[in-house]
């Protein structure tokens, strides 16, 4: 914390006014989650709001306190006070605007800002909400556009956004710049870095990122809107990276009567439970039975909750089972010079086919390639792919300075 409010000061020093949104640490979130389980199986979700925001009350304040210690001047808010308004989905609620008038308030007044992150106050309900996981990336980037900040800074424990993982790929290596477009599909497919909304959340107002570690002075990797010249460089690598995503399971709706709205039915209800889904596949149709069936993926956590609210339709559909796994991952390959390099699914499938791989379910976009395959192959067939497009960096191992929590 020392190093960080260092960090905070010294660019205040150079003449930037400075609003800094921190996050809880390390383990705290999942700390508090473990405490609610011991108290309730099911908490109320108001409440869980309401513990789930003392980690990032607690960051604010440690933080100012560092930065106050040596005699600078600083103001800390918590998302509410700071104006992040929000809708009223506990645990998982969506910015809605920012009105940040008392922060635009203290640069004039000569103090550095902290802000708790992952937290904002319902319009309509006036309760305390909190953003789902990643929420501090997202209110970062809120904050930055509503404050027309030059640039939005992430600090995280390594040197940028990397080829792949490198946790897992070692000799991955870290992208200079990347699209908004491109760290959209990349965070869809699971890359921890950025959190998916707070990247469509810079896309949507043009915000620049700069992804860079805490423990290093280096220049990170700027996330930005592609050149409105259309310009291209001619060395731009056709893929950006590999992400990989073990989070996500598999439900298959079997025996679906093939008969129009019966997919309709089926979506509607996993939406009205409030679930999202990612990737779709429909079998053809048995000729002899007329019958179907639908797979889909969605977030481990959110399983459960879709296969109940699914079984509740089960006579209304017409369906005649479900199957559950838990035990897929996803794969994708990502790049803007797929839309113009013919070869790339190629070398894809023959790369998993070399790794042994049997391929589950394949989704698309004009600039992503995603498989879901077995959880436990996910590491090794990332490296054999990583390895197949020639991302592997000539450098030397890429450094990780520090754990992340759970």
Not at 8 to 18: H, Q
Not at 263 to 272: K, L, M, P, S, Y
Request: glycine share 8%.
């Amino acid at each position: 914390m020392k190093r960080v409010a260092h960090r905070i000061v010294e660019t205040k020093k150079a003449g930037s006014d400075v609003c800094v949104v921190v996050s809880a640490m390390g383990d705290t979130t999942d700390d508090l989650l473990d405490l609610a389980e011991q108290v309730s199986p099911v908490p109320p979700p108001r409440e869980m709001d309401m513990l789930l925001t003392a980690g990032e009350r607690m960051s604010m304040a440690l933080v100012a306190m560092a930065i106050a210690d040596p005699g600078h001047s600083v103001r800390s808010f918590t998302g509410s006070r700071a104006g992040v308004i929000t809708d009223a989905a506990h645990g998982k609620a969506k910015i809605i605007d920012v009105t940040p008038g008392r922060i635009t308030e203290a640069p004039g007044k000569k103090h550095i800002v902290i802000v708790a992150g992952f937290r904002g106050v319902s319009r309509g309900t006036k309760e305390i909400t909190t953003l789902g996981r990643g929420g501090s990336d997202t209110t970062a980037v809120a904050l930055a556009a509503a404050l027309e900040a030059d640039v939005c800074e992430i600090y995280t424990d390594v040197d940028g956004i990397f080829t792949a993982d490198p946790r897992i790929v070692s000799t991955a290596h870290k992208i200079d710049r990347i699209s908004h477009d491109e760290m959209l599909e990349m965070a869809a497919s699971g890359a921890k870095i950025l959190h998916l909304r707070c990247v469509e959340y810079a896309r949507r107002f043009n915000m620049p990122i700069h992804v860079r570690s805490s423990f290093s002075s280096k220049e990170g990797t700027w996330v930005l809107a592609p050149d409105p010249e259309g310009a291209e460089d001619m060395e731009e690598p056709i893929i950006a990276g590999v992400a990989h995503d073990n989070s996500e399971a598999k439900i298959t709706v079997v025996g679906v009567p093939d008969q129009p709205g019966r997919a309709g039915q089926i979506f509607t209800t996993v939406a009205e439970a409030q679930v999202n889904i990612d990737m779709i596949v429909q079998n053809v149709s048995e000729a002899d039975t007329g019958l179907t069936d639908i797979s889909f993926t969605l977030p481990m956590t959110d399983g459960q909750i879709a296969v109940e609210a699914l079984m509740r339709t089960k006579d209304e559909v017409g369906f005649e089972s479900i199957q559950y796994d838990d035990q897929i991952g996803k794969l994708s390959l990502v790049g803007a010079g797929m839309r113009t390099n013919p070869g790339v699914s190629a070398t894809f499938f023959r790369a998993l086919a070399e790794a042994g791989v049997n391929i589950e379910m394949i989704s698309t976009s004009e600039i992503r390639i995603s498989v879901v395959t077995r959880a436990d192959q996910l590491d090794d067939v990332l490296r054999a792919l990583h390895t197949a497009f020639g991302s592997d960096s000539a450098d030397g191992e890429a450094i990780v300075y520090g754990g992340t929590g759970r």
